[in-house]
């Protein structure tokens, strides 16, 4: 079966109740579970207790009296920040201030995000984030299912749910996929093979699921992939979360995604950019995000339909990141501090 195929066989099973990440014989599933156990015992052992400070407020100076764009973040562990000790090098934070400066105009931050939250943990997390009446929703989620081995079927429904109750309101959605967690050095082998692939696997379902509810998605396999694996700067002192120039590299491949949602992501070169063969049916489409740092994946219409023989159609987009202010300019552009200090 192709990589598409497992993708939409996994969302199908959302609906019908089935999907899973596959059988395993008794005595892998034993060595697998010891290998899970000990890597967990690790990564608990030397991640931080503590949140990093939200960083909630008003980023960017104010021009005239313009309304300050909302935008909430919600998710895990990856959307908090944690294995940070600032505000300022946090996601939310990196990328309030950037979107501030893209747009011209004030952006409100509001993280309801919550460490170790799993996709069906999302409900709360949105009617916080509803109460906010947010313009724009980031969602970073998936790392917890796969550790927690829950079946992509259930965590995609949730996923979608969440994505459905934040288009209704109106707001913009962008989804940062399952990271790949085969790169996570307390795990061994073979458990990282299998880590790897369920982590893709969740991505791509995810990428069906959100499209499919209105919303687009970032893939961060690669970007805590690849490049974490070869410099381990990137990895905080647990060695599962990011640094804060781990940080900043993801808030960098998902600033493109976020600021086009909102009109404000410049529009020059762009069809430079677009590659022959950059729409396809969306499960294709999300089988190759899953592997391609920061490809973007959202519906778009083909011949005047938005959908085609195989479902909804999608554009696959890949454009060059900007660069991110840095904690020192993130710090200074706070307008109207709320709740925890920036710095």
């Known amino acids: 079966m192709t990589r598409a195929g497992r993708a939409r066989r996994l969302v ?48 960017g100076r104010g021009r005239g009296r313009a309304k300050p764009l909302v935008f909430v973040v919600l998710g895990d562990s990856s959307a908090v920040g944690l294995g940070v000790e600032r505000a300022a090098e946090t996601p939310g934070v990196l990328l309030a201030a950037a979107l501030a400066e893209l747009a011209e105009r004030p952006v409100r931050l509001a993280r309801v995000a919550v460490s170790g939250a799993e996709s069906c943990e999302l409900d709360p997390q949105v009617d916080r984030a509803l109460a906010e009446r947010p313009d724009l929703a980031l969602i970073m989620i998936g790392a917890n299912d796969v550790t927690t081995r829950t079946r992509p ?60 509810a209105g919303g687009r998605t970032v893939s961060l396999g690669s970007v805590l992939g690849p490049s974490f694996a070869q410099d381990r700067t990137l990895f905080s002192s647990d060695e599962f979360h990011p640094s804060g120039a781990g940080y900043t590299a993801a808030a960098a491949v998902l600033l493109p995604a976020l600021a086009d949602a909102v009109g404000v992501w410049p529009a020059r070169d762009e069809r430079r950019r677009l590659r022959r063969g950059t ?18 994946v959202r519906a778009t219409e083909v011949r005047g339909s938005e959908t085609g023989p195989l479902g909804t159609w999608a554009r696959l987009l890949r454009r060059r990141p900007t660069d991110l202010p840095t904690p020192e300019e993130v710090g200074a552009a706070v307008e109207v501090p709320v709740g925890d200090p920036v710095a």
Do not use: F, N
């Not at 014989?25 to 949140?51: H, I, M, N, P």
């Not at 729409?279 to 973007?296: I, L, Q, S, W, Y």
């Open 279 to 296: 729409v396809r049916p969306v499960a294709k489409a999300a089988a190759r995000a899953a592997g391609r740092t920061g490809t973007e």
């Open 12 to 59: 199908a099973g959302a609906a019908y109740g089935g999907g899973g990440v596959g059988l395993v014989g008794a005595g892998l599933l034993a060595v697998l579970r010891l290998e899970a156990r000990s890597a967990r015992r690790r990564v608990e052992s030397r991640t931080s207790k503590q949140d990093p400070p939200s960083g909630d407020g008003v980023y």
């Open 153 to 212: 079927s259930v965590s995609v429904r949730h996923l979608a749910d969440a994505v459905g109750r934040l288009r209704a309101a109106g707001a913009e959605v962008v989804v940062g996929t399952c990271p790949d967690l085969g790169t996570i050095r307390p795990i061994g082998q073979p458990l990282r093979l299998l880590a790897r692939r369920w982590s893709r696997q969740m991505a791509a379902a995810q990428t069906i699921a959100v499209v499919e």
